[in-house]
C-alpha cells in the first residue's frame, strides 16, 4: 500500500507557485520523502527527495515538516508544460517504489 | 529516455495468447523493474530484479512472469493474456551508486490490449 495521502487534483494559475501537499504520518526514521511526475502517458520522471532538511534543485522545493508527517512540492512559477500528475512516495534509500494515485496538476493559462 | 527501451510500444493480441515486453537499458544499472498502470491510476510493480540472478514479486505478479536474461535485458511475459491485462506497461531501472541511487529512469511504455 502506498504510505501517501494527497488530494486527487488541482489547480495552479501559470506563472504562480503551485504548491502541492502531501500527508505520510506513518513515515518510519529511514524512510526518504520522494517527488515523481508523469505528463501524460509517458514515464514518471523523478523530481527530488528528502529525509528532513529541505530541499531545493533546478526543478522545485520540497519542504518537509519538522515532524516528517507531511511534506510540500513548490514549483516555484508554474508552466503549461507542469501540467502532469505528481506523485509523493515514501521509500528507504534504493528500495523499490509503491506508487500512489497521485495529485492531477491543472496548470491555467 | 533513450536509455531504456521498450518493445513493442504498442500491441494488441487475443485471450489466452502468449505475449513477451522486452525491456532494454544502455545505462549499466543493476536494478530493473516492471509496472502496469490502468487508466486513472498510479503504477503498480510486478516484479523486480536488483541483478541478474535476483528476481522478486512485486505487488501484482499473478498471471505474470519475467527473465533476466543480462544486465541490460528483462523481459515480462504473460503466459495466457486475459482482457484485464490490458494496460500500459512501464520497465524502469536504477543503480546502487552515484546520483542514480536515488532515481528510477523509466521507459516510454508499451501499451498492451488484450481482446
Known amino acids: 500500500d502506498a504510505k501517501t495521502t494527497q488530494p486527487p487534483s488541482m489547480d495552479c494559475a501559470e506563472g504562480r507557485a503551485a504548491n502541492l501537499p502531501c500527508n505520510h504520518s506513518?513515515?518510519?526514521?529511514?524512510?526518504?520523502v520522494y517527488w515523481y511526475r508523469q505528463i501524460h502517458s509517458q514515464g514518471p520522471q523523478y523530481i527530488i527527495h528528502g529525509l528532513k532538511n529541505n530541499e531545493t534543485n533546478e526543478m522545485a522545493s520540497l519542504i518537509i515538516t519538522e515532524d516528517r508527517k507531511s511534506s510540500t512540492l513548490i514549483l516555484p512559477h508554474a508552466t503549461l508544460r507542469d501540467t502532469a500528475v505528481y506523485y509523493c512516495?515514501?521509500?528507504?534509500?534504493?528500495?523499490?517504489?509503491?506508487f500512489g494515485k497521485g495529485t492531477r496538476l491543472h496548470i491555467l493559462p | 529516455d533513450a536509455d531504456v527501451t521498450q518493445t513493442p510500444r504498442n500491441r494488441i493480441t487475443k485471450t489466452g495468447k502468449r505475449i513477451m515486453l522486452e525491456c532494454s537499458q544502455t545505462k549499466g544499472h543493476d536494478r530493473m523493474y516492471w509496472y502496469r498502470q490502468d487508466p486513472g491510476l498510479g503504477l503498480r510493480l510486478i516484479y523486480y530484479?536488483?541483478?541478474?540472478?535476483?528476481?522478486n514479486k512485486g505487488e501484482i505478479s499473478d498471471g505474470y512472469s519475467v527473465s533476466r536474461q543480462a544486465q541490460a535485458k528483462f523481459s515480462l511475459s504473460l503466459e495466457s493474456a486475459i482482457p484485464n491485462q490490458t494496460a500500459l506497461y512501464f520497465c524502469?531501472?536504477?543503480?546502487?551508486?552515484?546520483?542514480?541511487?536515488?532515481?528510477?529512469?523509466f521507459g516510454p511504455g508499451t501499451r498492451l490490449t488484450v481482446l
Open positions: 506513518t513515515i518510519s526514521g529511514n524512510e526518504y
Open positions: 512516495i515514501v521509500r528507504v534509500e534504493g528500495d523499490k517504489i509503491i
Open positions: 530484479s536488483f541483478d541478474v540472478k535476483d528476481i
Open positions: 524502469a531501472t536504477s543503480d546502487l551508486a552515484g546520483l542514480s541511487y536515488n532515481e528510477q529512469f
